[in-house]
């Protein structure tokens, strides 16, 4: 198993109209990637939303990205995600972005795709119907890889064209293209995931047993993949969760149940509407369930989240290796004051992610190696051109 950090700009309350409170949650979110990057952690994770104020406040996550590519050494960089409605962002952009995050990152960029978080996110676009981005995804997802391939790139769909043959640049950096990752919640979606060999980023809310029908169905759909959308499968199922690893457990817990503990939750049931959660789950103006000591032991025997001293924690992470996650991806709670985040991205980091992750390389890694091209570099073979290179030579 391997573990992750999710990045993306909280910045609660009225903070949230303060440009300078704005900038330091940025400035923040940069360290932890730094010391995430020299403590083991494998993996970061940077959102895209638009318009969700105090819940997120990265858009612009590439250029996040991009900066974070030259901060950090070690740990890939993913998108969570790049929407691939050409309404919301052109093919040609993302390709483009996700090929120049290759190079920046020389090759630890994760090409994390989705639709998007809600309709209040997507209406910044002018989309009034979330359900008309899925056949979007559908269209946009096999086209990608072409344009990483091909020089001489057209297209006549349903949802965007390039008439005239364009070489979309700059390629991917090395071996393949970036590993490619779709947003899920059902299991039916997890199940495609499977099949068309993309990894599976489960943006879940649940106790992790409850996961087991999503994770089942993408490994049945994985196991039967016989062509990948890219040019080599991703057999990966990330989960995201919650954890507070301290020194000591007492005071773990108890930060644990600080009074804005429920609170980021009940953002996500704000902007989230299009994906599934409890009946008795707060959506403003209604007030967030606070955790008390006992809610927080109930949630951690549970598996809703991880609590306690590094021992503790490696322990409580049994039942979600046992549950077949691949890549467990914490959003750091926003409760958490920074030295305290720090202290649990280092304990964590050094103590538990060693008892889980024995292998130094990326599993993604290892699965672009395999890469093997699909498309090739024409669609149409060209008429051999004498330049003023091929003359001196």
Not at 52 to 72: K, M, Q, W
Not at 91 to 119: I, Q, W, Y
Not at 179 to 203: D, E, H, N
Request: hydrophobic share 35%.
């Amino acid at each position: 198993m391997e573990f992750g950090i999710f990045v993306q700009g909280y910045v609660p309350g009225p903070a949230a109209h303060e440009t300078e409170a704005e900038h330091q949650a940025f400035v923040n979110e940069i360290e932890i990637v730094e010391t995430a990057d020299r403590h083991n952690w494998k993996y970061i994770w940077a959102t895209e939303h638009h318009g969700l104020p105090e819940y997120s406040h990265i858009s612009a996550n590439d250029v996040f990205l991009g900066h974070l590519a030259a901060r950090t050494e070690r740990v890939h960089l993913g998108s969570g995600i790049f929407n691939l409605s050409p309404r919301a962002n052109h093919p040609v952009r993302n390709a483009e972005r996700v090929a120049m995050l290759d190079h920046l990152s020389e090759g630890r960029f994760e090409f994390g795709t989705g639709r998007g978080a809600g309709s209040h996110e997507v209406a910044s676009f002018n989309i009034d119907d979330t359900s008309t981005t899925r056949a979007e995804w559908d269209e946009v997802i096999h086209e990608i890889p072409k344009m990483f391939e091909r020089k001489d790139y057209t297209f006549q769909g349903d949802h965007f064209s390039i008439d005239t043959p364009h070489n979309i640049l700059p390629k991917p950096y090395g071996i393949g293209h970036p590993p490619i990752w779709v947003a899920c919640g059902s299991p039916g979606t997890y199940q495609k995931a499977g099949r068309m060999g993309l990894g599976a980023l489960g943006f879940n809310f649940s106790p992790i047993g409850d996961m087991k029908p999503q994770i089942d169905a993408y490994k049945e759909g994985i196991a039967n993949c016989t062509d990948p959308v890219g040019q080599f499968k991703n057999d990966n199922v990330m989960i995201t969760n919650a954890v507070v690893c301290l020194e000591d457990g007492d005071r773990a817990r108890e930060v644990a149940t600080r009074f804005d503990s429920g609170y980021l939750f009940s953002l996500v049931c704000l902007y989230h509407d299009t994906f599934p959660k409890p009946p008795t789950a707060p959506t403003w103006p209604e007030p967030p369930n606070r955790l008390t000591r006992e809610l927080v032991d109930m949630a951690i025997d549970m598996g809703a989240m991880l609590c306690g001293t590094p021992d503790e924690v490696a322990e409580q992470l049994s039942v979600y290796a046992d549950t077949g996650v691949d890549q467990l991806v914490f959003g750091l709670p926003g409760y958490l004051h920074q030295d305290e985040a720090l202290e649990c991205v280092e304990l964590f980091g050094d103590k538990v992610v060693p008892e889980w992750d024995k292998d130094p390389v990326h599993s993604t890694t290892r699965y672009r190696q395999t890469a093997e091209p699909k498309y090739g570099p024409f669609e149409n073979e060209p008429a051999d051109i004498e330049t003023i290179f091929t003359a001196r030579a």
